[in-house]
């Protein structure tokens, strides 16, 4: 610290000293002069850093480089473009010193930090590259809707130049009401600021609505996209992300990224064209003074590119807490029948204020930081109108400028100022947005893990089904081995019910064998080829199932019914409703088969939704069906009589899940599942004569109903 102490203290003074000892070089011309000083600061301040401090680092070379030859470079080319001197390299003059240190330190910092060379920002400039990486894709999308972007363009570029003719006209009226006052110019300017101004409006109206409508057919495009390659993915992804954070990409997101996107490409390309106009009017006004103006751009950009990088930190952790916040009232509404029941609605709002209050103080540090940064931003603008009005009133009594082109440039230096800000921060939140592009695309790119490109459609499918040394963990929880080497085999013709104590894998062997996983060792087999070989279509309308819960969509229980096949007849749906014994409760509706079962199913019984969920499999005449805890919303009566008519079914693979002995006995094998393994199997008299776990367990395994039954028996 010392050390960098005395480096500044030394190097300070000899530049100050060879600064001012620049005048005594009386020998060569000015020009000359300057550079002879600039080389000599250079060489003598570089050596004395490199010398006390070890090392010079290029943020360092940089800036002691910019320093010395500012005001070589800043002579010579006033000289050359313009003949004449500039206010400042004339002589040796501490004010001009620091206006070239203040100006050096900004280009170094700025270069820092947007073209950083240390290694820990790699990983930053990688960000910065990939985010454009992902924005040419946003704008690929847009494609189709090139040509209402193309006349958004139009408009855009109408609407800024008519816009940047008002201030020079501004400053006209007031030449002409300042001297020998002209009628006739007075009313020409008048008119042309009118034209512009009407101009400058209709463009900008015009070009808001037709970049609205790309945004609109944009957003749409992208919902359906996303939509569609969500759900293609496989169960285990759902489980792993949560169901806000799905929704917030589909409906925040894809708005999000079309808006911004849009918007800013609008904004971006309006404020180029409108700072490259200014600049030109500008140079034309008082070039002098536009380069005053120029030297605060490093400044504003630093400003800018601190913000942007600590603001974007912040837009993305709150967009992640505003999704976690959903989660938990997503939760709560789907769950609020426990809620309810538990009374646990105080515990539940506390949850969501804890979420709701994360994200309140991620608003308030995003808005602290936005405060901080107006204020650094609104003093820098301050600083250089104080300079322009001061070097503007000197140039005035020069006469090199009148009032009017002053009050002008005044007018197109604050909104000067205004367009390099935006230029600098456009850019950073085209970045912000990405990160929602970024998340869209993350789900849009993502390969299903279980394919679905399977051909294989024979004619005949007999429903032979074999699980080969099958190993799974849940992709949720990968440490949990759940089945480990199970071996089975499920016959045509035959009815296996799979039984064993809860939590053991009886539902995970099913959910294998309809594909919402992927075994991580060992394969299933459905009449000798393996399931992924199968066309998902074929596969699906041959494996069917009905879950403990089957879950209906909102529509009629005709839909519900034929969800998924295109053409059902009548007579085919009543044939699984009359199997599934469903016919008759839907008779009795008042809209029978068109009667809505509202969300979920939410307007029907557990018991009815079940048989409808029955039906559903049904009607799809599947050669494997399988029942998963069915029982456990039936009554004894509809139990029997679905029963009955799936077990008449004489060629049907038929695999029952189930915790009551009666459906079990009647099954043709009985499979005991134990710590995802095949403990025992054979017909029940077998494994009662086997007294091994299954008659050990059987109080275990089977639930109070079967000791009625059995009590009644
Ligand atoms: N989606 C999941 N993600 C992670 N683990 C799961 C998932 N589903 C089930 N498990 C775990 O896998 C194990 C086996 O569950 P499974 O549902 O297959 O048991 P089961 O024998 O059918 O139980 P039950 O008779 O209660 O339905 C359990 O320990 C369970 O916690």
């Avoid at 064209?273 to 003074?289: E, H, P």
């Avoid at 009032?403 to 921060?425: A, E, H, M």
């Avoid at 529509?555 to 199997?579: F, H, P, Q, V, W």
Wanted: glycine share 6%.
């Amino acid at each position: 610290m010392i050390r960098k102490v005395v480096a500044l203290f030394l190097a300070l003074s000899l530049d100050l000293c060879l600064f001012y000892a620049s005048d005594r070089f009386i020998f060569l011309g000015h020009v000359a002069r300057l550079w002879l000083s600039a080389a000599l600061r250079w060489s003598a301040v570089s050596l004395t850093v490199q010398v006390i401090l070890g090392d010079l680092k290029p943020v360092l070379i940089r800036y002691i480089t910019a320093h010395s030859a500012l005001q070589a470079v800043f002579e010579s080319g006033s000289r050359t473009l313009h003949g004449e001197d500039s206010l400042c390299g004339g002589a040796a003059d501490a004010r001009c010193w620091l206006m070239f240190s203040g100006a050096a330190l900004g280009a170094a910092l700025f270069w820092e930090i947007t073209i950083p060379d240390q290694d820990d920002a790699a990983g930053s400039k990688e960000e910065k590259q990939k985010s454009r990486v992902l924005f040419m894709r946003v704008l690929r999308l847009f494609k189709p809707d090139y040509l209402l972007l193309l006349a958004g363009l139009v408009f855009l570029s109408l609407a800024v130049l008519c816009e940047m003719f008002i201030p020079f006209y501004t400053g006209r009226v007031i030449d002409i009401l300042g001297s020998n006052f002209e009628q006739n110019e007075f009313l020409s300017a008048l008119l042309f600021m009118g034209l512009y101004s009407v101009g400058s409006s209709v463009s900008a109206g015009c070009r808001g609505g037709v970049l609205m409508c790309a945004i609109s057919s944009f957003t749409c495009r992208m919902k359906v996209k996303l939509f569609e390659a969500l759900s293609k993915q496989e169960i285990g992804f759902f489980e792993t992300i949560k169901t806000g954070e799905i929704t917030s990409r589909l409906s925040k997101d894809t708005t999000l990224m079309a808006r911004t996107v849009c918007l800013n490409v609008n904004v971006l390309l309006r404020t180029f064209i409108k700072t490259v106009g200014m600049i030109t009017l500008m140079m034309s006004l008082s070039w002098k003074l536009t380069f005053l103006v120029l030297m605060e751009t490093p400044i504003t950009g630093l400003i800018q590119n601190i913000y942007d990088t600590k603001y974007q930190k912040l837009f993305q952790d709150m967009q992640n807490s505003m999704a976690r916040t959903n989660d938990t009232a997503n939760e709560v509404v789907f769950g609020i029948r426990v809620v309810r029941s538990f009374h646990t609605e105080m515990h539940e709002a506390s949850r969501y204020d804890k979420r709701l209050m994360e994200t309140h103080s991620l608003k308030t540090r995003r808005d602290t930081v936005r405060a901080i940064y107006l204020l650094a931003r609104r003093l820098t603008g301050l600083a250089v109108q104080v300079f322009i009005l001061y070097y503007g009133r000197l140039f005035i009594q020069n006469g090199q400028m009148t009032t009017g082109n002053l009050v002008s440039f005044i007018l197109y230096q604050s909104d000067l100022g205004n367009n390099i800000r935006t230029l600098t921060y456009i850019f950073g939140d085209m970045l912000n947005s990405v990160v929602a592009a970024g998340k869209v695309f993350e789900y849009l790119d993502r390969k299903p893990q279980i394919s679905t490109d399977g051909k294989l459609q024979p004619d005949q499918m007999k429903g032979h089904v074999t699980y080969r040394h099958l190993s799974f963990a849940y992709p949720s929880n990968p440490s949990k081995t759940v089945l480990q080497e199970l071996s089975l085999e499920l016959k045509p013709g035959q009815m296996t019910a799979l039984v064993g104590p809860s939590g053991e894998g009886k539902s995970t062997c099913v959910s294998l064998l309809q594909r919402f996983y992927e075994p991580q060792e060992g394969e299933i087999l459905l009449d000798g080829n393996p399931l992924r070989s199968y066309d998902h279509h074929y596969f699906h309308k041959k494996v069917a199932a009905v879950s403990q819960e089957p879950v209906l969509l909102s529509g009629s229980i005709r839909d519900n019914i034929t969800y998924g096949l295109s053409d059902c007849s009548m007579e085919e749906i009543r044939e699984a409703t009359c199997k599934a014994n469903a016919h008759d409760f839907i008779m009795k509706l008042d809209k029978g088969y068109d009667t809505e079962v509202g969300e979920g199913g939410g307007q029907l019984s557990k018991s009815e939704r079940q048989r409808i969920g029955i039906a559903r499999a049904l009607i799809r005449k599947p050669q494997v069906l399988i029942l998963d805890e069915i029982t456990s919303s039936l009554d004894i009566e509809n139990e029997n009589k679905v029963l009955q008519t799936l077990a008449s079914c004489p060629n049907q693979t038929l695999v029952v899940i189930a915790h009551s002995l009666k459906t079990v006995e009647k099954a043709d094998r009985i499979v005991v599942i134990i710590g995802g393994k095949v403990q025992e199997q054979g017909t029940h008299q077998e494994l009662m004569d086997l007294k091994g776990v299954y008659y050990k367990l059987k109080e275990q395994l089977f639930t109070e109903k079967t000791d009625q039954t059995q009590t009644e028996a």
